[in-house]
């Protein structure tokens, strides 16, 4: 059997290119006792991505130089020498970008798919949907009441934090985006009260219009001039759960950023604010169940949608992830490594 990898060839300056990747087949290894051999059928990519890249102290070590690009995988169970998996079992696990992988089943999840789509575990249902779940309710602390704005507000995470946001009794519901196109859709289809573009030269006038009574919560995934407008519009006691910083991961932080690092303290003090970075993973084992349940019941009864944008052929992810960094995606960034055998 031989897999198909997208590998890690060198590390971007800025924005990442082809020649950052190198693709090939590699021969795999007969089975040995307690291993299964899986086909790969849906990839995620995620901005997080971008800065395992970088070689530089974070909380994940950094992509290494010539091995398979990480990512979360939906596959199915072709061969199997474990008796914890049958062939055929659906599974979830940090399998990477490659069309089939042996494991010894360490980290890997059977998965259900009556109880949600096999595409939504690595979105919706997986950890851009758990990061939505644990940042506004764990980190974010949000009440009945809250004025919650996020940014990102189309994408995978931002998606979901708004339509939770309003399911727990939000008092308005703000998103940030790009095209008019995703701001539309934030608004009719999603439901949120409001929707303003990153891209408007007025983008503070246009947040404090559509947040009357200031800002509660302010979910973070962009960095950048939302930020700074978020911020001079948050109520005394505000929180703001830091989840990314995508505007800034293929350039780096803003070279006028100490200049204006006073003010912005100084706004913090005064209004008391918490501003907390998180990684899912920290608190994950805390909330995945609770998430599961509540998550995918409101999925099954349609008070959370979502939306795929769907890149066929593993070949294809590396001018997917491009397009991701970019905002080219509309919600989940997926690539639909080979056929899912549960979609008609």
């Given at each position: 059997m031989k897999s198909l990898q997208v590998r890690f060839a060198k590390r971007p300056t800025g924005e990442p290119t082809a020649e950052t990747f190198d693709i090939g087949e590699v021969e795999l290894p007969a089975l040995a006792d307690g291993q299964i051999l899986v086909r790969i059928i849906w990839l995620t990519l995620d901005p997080y991505m971008r800065g395992r890249m970088d070689d530089k102290r974070s909380y994940a070590q950094?992509?290494?130089?010539?091995?398979?690009?990480?990512?979360?995988?939906?596959?199915?169970?072709?061969?199997?020498?474990?008796?914890?998996?049958?062939?055929?079992?659906?599974?979830?696990?940090?399998?990477?970008?490659?069309?089939?992988?042996v494991s010894d089943g360490t980290g890997v999840r059977r998965l259900d798919p009556a109880v949600a789509p096999l595409s939504t575990w690595v979105g919706v249902m997986g950890m851009p949907g758990l990061t939505a779940y644990v940042g506004l309710l764990d980190v974010g602390e949000m009440k009945a009441g809250d004025t919650v704005v996020v940014s990102a507000a189309s994408g995978a995470v931002g998606s979901v934090v708004g339509q939770l946001a309003r399911i727990k009794g939000a008092k308005r519901v703000v998103g940030v985006a790009g095209a008019e196109e995703k701001c539309r859709f934030v608004v009719d289809e999603l439901g949120f009260d409001a929707c303003v573009s990153h891209r408007s030269p007025s983008l503070r006038d246009d947040l404090k219009k559509a947040c009357p009574d200031g800002v509660d919560i302010y979910f973070e995934n962009v960095g950048g001039a939302t930020l700074e407008a978020a911020l001079s519009l948050m109520n005394p006691f505000g929180r703001?759960?830091?989840?990314?910083?995508?505007?800034?991961?293929?350039?780096?932080?803003?070279?006028?950023?100490?200049?204006?690092?006073?003010?912005?303290?100084?706004?913090?003090?005064?209004?008391?604010?918490?501003?907390?970075?998180?990684?899912?993973?920290?608190?994950?084992?805390?909330?995945?169940?609770?998430?599961?349940?509540?998550?995918?019941?409101?999925?099954?009864?349609?008070?959370?949608?979502?939306?795929?944008?769907?890149?066929?052929?593993?070949e294809n992810a590396p001018r997917a992830f491009i397009g991701l960094l970019r905002g080219e995606n509309f919600g989940k960034q997926l690539v639909k490594v080979s056929e899912d055998p549960t979609r008609g």
């Open positions: 950094p992509q290494g130089i010539g091995e398979v690009m990480q990512g979360g995988t939906v596959g199915q169970v072709v061969e199997s020498r474990n008796p914890k998996f049958a062939e055929g079992d659906f599974v979830l696990g940090m399998f990477g970008w490659q069309s089939h992988v703001i759960p830091v989840c990314g910083m995508i505007s800034m991961y293929n350039t780096g932080p803003s070279t006028e950023g100490p200049d204006r690092l006073p003010g912005l303290m100084r706004r913090i003090l005064t209004d008391r604010l918490k501003i907390q970075g998180f990684i899912v993973s920290d608190r994950a084992a805390q909330h995945q169940k609770a998430f599961i349940e509540e998550v995918g019941a409101y999925i099954r009864d349609g008070r959370i949608k979502y939306r795929e944008t769907v890149t066929e052929g593993l």
